[in-house]
């Protein structure tokens, strides 16, 4: 089971690019890495999955060295909206293992 | 229809109460997930169902039922709980429970339980 680390909280400005950098040294060859961004008393929500390389969608990319050990979320231009808890996942495909870490608390303001 | 439905949103039970706590979604999703959440804490896993089936239960204690009556609805029967088992209970699927990858996890807004 890939244990995820993540910082535990972040602080940015409106208006800056937010990377937030998980790590996950045991991960195996089929795992996928999963990201997922939760407010207050709602569940969470996806972001973003990747494998390897970069990926990039309407909202986040998400960069994933070659030896994949470790991957970054990165949020452009955030704003006020963006205050969450952002939560990594390695999601091996079995719906056991789909075990959250304990996530990063971003903190935007003005 | 994207959304998976939690009901009640809120619940206030005594510890000799059973009640129960329904998630219902309508995307065809075969694997239905139960998690449970405490203040400023992730959330963790409880039970799985895959194709309606037990698949995990992730040593949660009995008095905590899980129910899959079919393949759109999810049910925790809750019996005889301490008021350390309040918190946050969140509903999830998706769209299988294995492959490459389990693919998008979609939550519903979770029901607020305070045992008493």
């Known amino acids: 089971l890939a244990k995820t680390t993540q910082p535990i909280s972040m602080d940015s400005y409106e208006g800056q690019e937010v990377n937030i950098t998980c790590s996950h040294n045991?991960?195996?060859?089929?795992?996928?890495i999963t990201w997922y961004q939760q407010f207050p008393s709602q569940g969470p929500r996806f972001i973003i999955q990747?494998?390897?390389t970069k990926v990039t969608n309407e909202v986040a990319s998400l960069f994933i060295p070659a030896d994949r050990k470790s991957s970054t979320l990165s949020l452009p231009r955030v704003s006020l909206s963006d205050t969450a808890v952002y939560y990594c996942?390695?999601?091996?495909?079995?719906?056991?293992?789909?075990?959250f870490g304990t996530g990063t608390r971003l903190q935007v303001t003005l | 229809d994207t959304e998976v439905t939690q009901t009640p949103k809120h619940l206030v039970m005594g510890m000799t109460n059973k009640k129960s706590l329904k998630c219902e979604q309508h995307?065809?999703?075969?694997?239905m997930y139960w998690y449970k959440q405490k203040a400023k804490k992730p959330p963790e896993l409880m039970f799985v169902?895959?194709?309606?089936?037990?698949?995990i239960n992730e040593s949660v204690p009995s008095r905590f039922s899980p129910e899959c009556p079919n393949s759109s609805l999810l049910n925790l029967h809750l019996h005889a709980l301490q008021p350390e088992d309040s918190a946050l209970y969140l509903c999830?699927?998706?769209?299988?429970?294995?492959?490459?990858?389990?693919?998008?996890?979609?939550f519903g807004e979770g029901s607020r339980l305070t045992v008493l």
């Open positions: 996942l390695v999601d091996s495909g079995t719906a056991s293992k789909l075990t």
């Open positions: 990747g494998y390897k």
């Open positions: 045991n991960i195996a060859t089929n795992d996928y």
């Open positions: 169902y895959s194709y309606e089936k037990l698949s």
């Open positions: 995307m065809g999703h075969r694997a």
């Open positions: 999830a699927s998706s769209q299988h429970p294995g492959g490459s990858g389990t693919g998008e996890l979609f």
